[in-house]
């Protein structure tokens, strides 16, 4: 099913294509506790951004893999490219318009990222990839 999504200000509208149930995480990391992001990671082949890829800028730390991507008039992260899985897309639970009927929060221990990243690295593959394993 498709859900839209946006920032504060509706610069940055996007698209996803989800399941009836989805399982999200939060993270207790310095950054995503402080943003109050909830993270719901997909191939980047279920995301289309509709508008706004002009009004986006972009964050990096530490390893500079995550791209943390803002918009620039009301400074709301929407989505962006996660560390654990550079291949997909993060989503912000908070940022879709709608939400589907199952949403299941799980705590994620960022806090110690190095040994627990490893449990998300399946969230980006397509579910005809996660089936092949």
Do not use: Q
């Amino acid at each position: 099913m498709k859900y839209t999504g946006s920032c504060h200000c509706k610069k940055v509208t996007f698209e996803v294509d989800l399941p009836e149930s989805i399982e999200c995480e939060r993270c207790n990391c310095s950054i995503c506790s402080k943003a109050g992001f909830v993270h719901l990671i997909l191939p980047l082949s279920k995301f289309k951004l509709i508008s706004g890829k002009d009004d986006l800028t972009t964050y990096t730390f530490n390893t500079g893999v995550a791209k943390h991507t803002f918009c620039k008039l009301c400074g709301v992260k929407p989505f962006y490219t996660p560390r654990s899985n550079p291949d997909g897309i993060d989503i912000n639970l908070n940022c879709l318009d709608e939400l589907p009927k199952e949403v299941r929060i799980v705590e994620f221990d960022g806090r110690n990222w190095e040994k627990n990243a490893s449990a998300l690295a399946h969230k980006s593959k397509s579910s005809n990839e996660a089936n092949k394993r």
